[in-house]
């Protein structure tokens, strides 16, 4: 149930009933010689979505560009700085929270969000603890990385190994192929040397790109399949489903 498809009234109706909502979270940036730049974003949004409909909730707008200032030595890449990006989940949550929207379940593709999706929550709460006027519900805010829920992390062991990798990671990829099979192919058969990429730690984009010349960090993205992706997005659904479920009655 995306929000954008609802009327007020719809929504209004909603909120007697239910206080939940997801709000999908990703970034823009390189994925490697053949994933695409939107891969965070779109496999969050597909996967929120999906929850959405299991559960009966809304899904708000996916946030699209995400802290991913490491990336920027690649074209197509986009960052918020993190300062930027903890004020438009406060604005986006405290927006929703007028309305009556109390549990914010947020649906993560990116793993360089998760230091400032936390910190934007702390701000949240930090209104509601100094008595400020902007947060009067009981407001309750979650973050939930797809990729690290424990039945994706299974079967990318399972399918992958080691070459799973952590960034452009098979996984991510399988699922963007899935989505879009006339991109994929298109895509897919990119060269890079050497199959499985170099791993290390994340400075800035200079140094990024130095230390990670086509992008990837430990992956190995040609073993991604679409029918893969397909397994991905339905665990990745039935754990957050689990936790999702478990939070409103929180
Ligand atoms: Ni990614």
Redesign the pocket.
């Known amino acids: 149930m995306r929000l954008q498809l609802a009327t007020w009234p719809e929504v209004d109706e909603y909120l007697r009933t239910y206080k939940g909502i997801i709000m999908p979270i990703g ?1 823009t ?1 390189q ?1 490697g010689p053949s ?1 695409l730049v939107g ?2 974003a779109l ?1 969050a949004e597909a996967i929120g979505q999906r929850l959405g409909d299991e559960v009966d909730a809304y899904v708000a707008p996916t946030i699209s560009v995400g802290m991913a200032q490491h990336h920027l030595g690649f074209s197509g890449s986009m960052t918020l700085k993190p300062s930027t990006l903890l004020l438009v989940i406060k604005d986006m949550v405290d927006s929703l929270t007028v309305h009556g929207f109390e549990r914010f379940f947020f649906v993560n ?3 360089g969000n998760i230091a400032t999706v936390t910190a934007a929550f702390s701000e949240v709460y930090a209104d509601s603890s100094l008595g400020g006027a902007s947060n009067r519900a009981p407001v309750k805010c979650a973050l939930h990385n797809w ?1 690290m829920m424990p039945g994706v992390v299974k079967l990318a062991e399972e399918l992958y190994g080691d070459a799973e990798g952590s ?3 098979a996984s ?1 990829v399988a699922v963007t192929y899935a989505l879009f099979p006339e991109t994929a192919a298109r895509v897919r058969n990119a060269p890079m040397e050497p199959g499985t990429a170099p791993d290390g730690d994340i400075y800035d984009a200079a140094d990024y790109r130095r230390s990670f010349p086509d992008g990837r960090i430990g992956s190995n993205p040609t073993l991604a399949k679409a029918e893969h992706g397909e397994k991905f997005m339905q665990v990745a659904v039935d754990d957050l489903a689990k936790l999702y479920r478990e939070f409103m009655g929180s």
């Open positions: 970034s940036e994925h994933g891969t965070d496999t593709g990116h793993g990729f960034h452009a990671t991510e």
